[in-house]
């Protein structure tokens, strides 16, 4: 079957291209109701589609967002392991579709920048999820493209922010593991960046501790890349090094999973033996055994909270700057033991 | 910093707007290897990048592949819970970027046709992965596109097919529960449709007991949705209606992982009253405890030979329509108890 083209539906309808280039295009033309109605019946019959790459060259819009997540390494896969991405994925795509956007999800190769995708795909604005060096954010600036940065402390005012209160977020985890009489409180976390996340957490965990009157002891921190397999390690270095803890607060449930499976494989049980905190509260993470306790963040809505923010700054160049910053709460199942 | 467009590209050069076209668009023309070098100088230092939307009408290419994943219900969002999407993606959207091609994900909205996307966007080439009603594959047939169907019966000589020979998969895991002395299994599966996988594991499971002269049994096969919910659900049954079962086969790690659920949330454990064995090996299934026993599917491999096939097909429009059935194979971990 053969495409119908701008052509094809000018034929039909009996009118000149541009008439039907005009109405496609919402263009300030004096035309009649009646060709309008012609045009229509016209496309209905001939299963007309514009081509948006034809719609992006005449209104210099793609209707298409690119949606940032990091990858494994520098030129590799995208971080897929780790079920946070494509749950927050799959709350953009659903969004951006109701309002007529795609979602176009890339990585970049070594030495390729965001940027030539941007030019490329001529994106008409960008989502970002966690954090990159800041000559990565700042190409968006020098672009001036709309974007959203999700999970970033990056408080320049060309981006919009949506995130949670992270410091708060793991000082409740850590004082979960208090009140339930921990006091040898291990922090495993991801890499602690400039604007980071992590850091947020990692101070959280200590203001705890500190309002517990318990020294924060250095040798109890494992900075690992968030997998699974950081976690068995983690988990497996504790019991074989006989690491004095009880309690094990984590950044991620990715790395909470790996260090409960990292306890069973050395012998010993969660939450028999070392009890054990999540952040996220990953689809999968209720339904692992044990249960796993965890800072419970709305992914879901900050994926649709960063379409709506997107939505407003592309059809409103004056829409101020926003920050938002979501609710959160414990989650508890069973992965932490009361000790008294 | 304002994007440099092609006529800045000319005028740096000193040559017409035609001559950088033809020369982006390696056109046949009489362009000498000097001006050549002049347009590529003047590109790399006003950072050009062709915009592929322009390249798209004037080539016929827009360098991007729809990837067809299915939705939870018609018009809503995409099926991430089962991380056998997002990992078979990563693979794609990985192997895809390596030849210049981006990946456009996304669902349709009840009574939007997947044709409209392809129009639109202009897209190349689809990769669809998993059973669909037979209007939805034909439509791709109409069109005349390249398309790589995965795991699909449909034998359309139109599409590349790329899966596994799942009724062998199906009968491998049950053999296994019956080399493993269980006599009464149960089978746990998502719907089965024409044409599809599911059809073909329930095949495998029945040649496996009828090897063994075991009676098939309606009552011990429960086809439900492949989430983790339906799972919780059929394990749950079959304690409470004391259901006689020993081992279940099933036909997807998420169902797997639920029932184990489902029985431990019921006062039963795996593998010591109930064992379980999945299908997929998705990252998570080594990384819960038990360790799930499953068919390890090669979700990467599947996906990178989509590309590899869909390459050529764009290449070569008299590329023979390829059939390709992937290897697989149990791994052994701890949801199967012995019986004897």
Redesign the interface.
């Given at each position: 079957?053969k495409?119908a083209t701008l052509k094809d539906v000018a034929e039909r309808a009996g009118v000149s291209k541009a008439t039907v280039s005009y109405i496609l295009n919402n263009a300030d033309k004096p035309i009649t109701e009646e060709t309008r109605m012609k045009v229509k019946k016209a496309m209905e019959e001939l299963?007309y589609?514009?081509?948006?790459?034809?719609a992006?060259?005449t209104n210099k819009t793609?209707k298409m967002i690119g949606v940032v997540i990091p990858q494994t390494e520098p030129g590799?896969?995208?971080m897929?392991?780790n079920?946070f991405?494509?749950?927050i994925?799959?709350?953009i795509?659903?969004h951006a579709?109701?309002i007529g956007y795609?979602?176009?999800?890339?990585?970049t190769?070594v030495d390729e920048s965001y940027?030539?995708?941007v030019?490329?795909?001529?994106l008409d604005g960008v989502i970002a999820i966690g954090v990159y060096p800041d000559e990565f954010f700042q190409q968006f600036k020098?672009?001036?493209i709309p974007t959203v940065l999700i999970d970033s402390y990056c408080k320049d005012e060309h981006f919009h922010n949506i995130g949670i209160d992270d410091e708060l977020g793991a000082y409740m985890a850590t004082k979960y593991m208090l009140e339930h009489h921990h006091t040898k409180i291990g922090f495993l976390s991801g890499e602690m960046k400039e604007d980071g996340v992590i850091k947020k957490r990692h101070e959280g965990y200590k203001r705890a501790l500190n309002e517990y009157g318990i020294p924060y002891d250095k040798t109890k921190v494992f900075e690992v890349e968030v997998d699974?397999n950081c976690g068995?390690e983690v988990a497996t270095k504790i019991v074989k090094e006989r690491i004095d803890v009880t309690g094990i607060v984590t950044t991620a449930d990715v790395l909470a999973?790996?260090a409960?499976?990292g306890f069973?494989q050395a012998g010993k049980s969660v939450p028999k033996d070392y009890s054990v905190i999540g952040f996220d509260d990953l689809?999968?993470s209720k339904?692992?055994?044990p249960g796993l306790t965890t800072i419970k963040q709305d992914i879901y809505g900050k994926g649709k909270c960063a379409v709506e923010i997107l939505e407003k700054a592309l059809n409103d160049k004056k829409y101020p700057k926003q920050s938002v910053e979501m609710q959160f709460e414990i989650v508890e199942r069973e992965s932490v033991k009361n000790l008294s």
């Amino acid at each position: 079957m053969k495409r119908a083209t701008l052509k094809d539906v000018a034929e039909r309808a009996g009118v000149s291209k541009a008439t039907v280039s005009y109405i496609l295009n919402n263009a300030d033309k004096p035309i009649t109701e009646e060709t309008r109605m012609k045009v229509k019946k016209a496309m209905e019959e001939l299963q007309y589609v514009p081509n948006l790459g034809a719609a992006a060259l005449t209104n210099k819009t793609s209707k298409m967002i690119g949606v940032v997540i990091p990858q494994t390494e520098p030129g590799s896969q995208l971080m897929f392991q780790n079920s946070f991405y494509s749950e927050i994925i799959s709350a953009i795509e659903y969004h951006a579709r109701k309002i007529g956007y795609h979602i176009l999800v890339s990585g970049t190769d070594v030495d390729e920048s965001y940027m030539k995708l941007v030019y490329e795909r001529n994106l008409d604005g960008v989502i970002a999820i966690g954090v990159y060096p800041d000559e990565f954010f700042q190409q968006f600036k020098k672009i001036g493209i709309p974007t959203v940065l999700i999970d970033s402390y990056c408080k320049d005012e060309h981006f919009h922010n949506i995130g949670i209160d992270d410091e708060l977020g793991a000082y409740m985890a850590t004082k979960y593991m208090l009140e339930h009489h921990h006091t040898k409180i291990g922090f495993l976390s991801g890499e602690m960046k400039e604007d980071g996340v992590i850091k947020k957490r990692h101070e959280g965990y200590k203001r705890a501790l500190n309002e517990y009157g318990i020294p924060y002891d250095k040798t109890k921190v494992f900075e690992v890349e968030v997998d699974f397999n950081c976690g068995i390690e983690v988990a497996t270095k504790i019991v074989k090094e006989r690491i004095d803890v009880t309690g094990i607060v984590t950044t991620a449930d990715v790395l909470a999973i790996g260090a409960i499976k990292g306890f069973h494989q050395a012998g010993k049980s969660v939450p028999k033996d070392y009890s054990v905190i999540g952040f996220d509260d990953l689809e999968i993470s209720k339904y692992i055994t044990p249960g796993l306790t965890t800072i419970k963040q709305d992914i879901y809505g900050k994926g649709k909270c960063a379409v709506e923010i997107l939505e407003k700054a592309l059809n409103d160049k004056k829409y101020p700057k926003q920050s938002v910053e979501m609710q959160f709460e414990i989650v508890e199942r069973e992965s932490v033991k009361n000790l008294s």
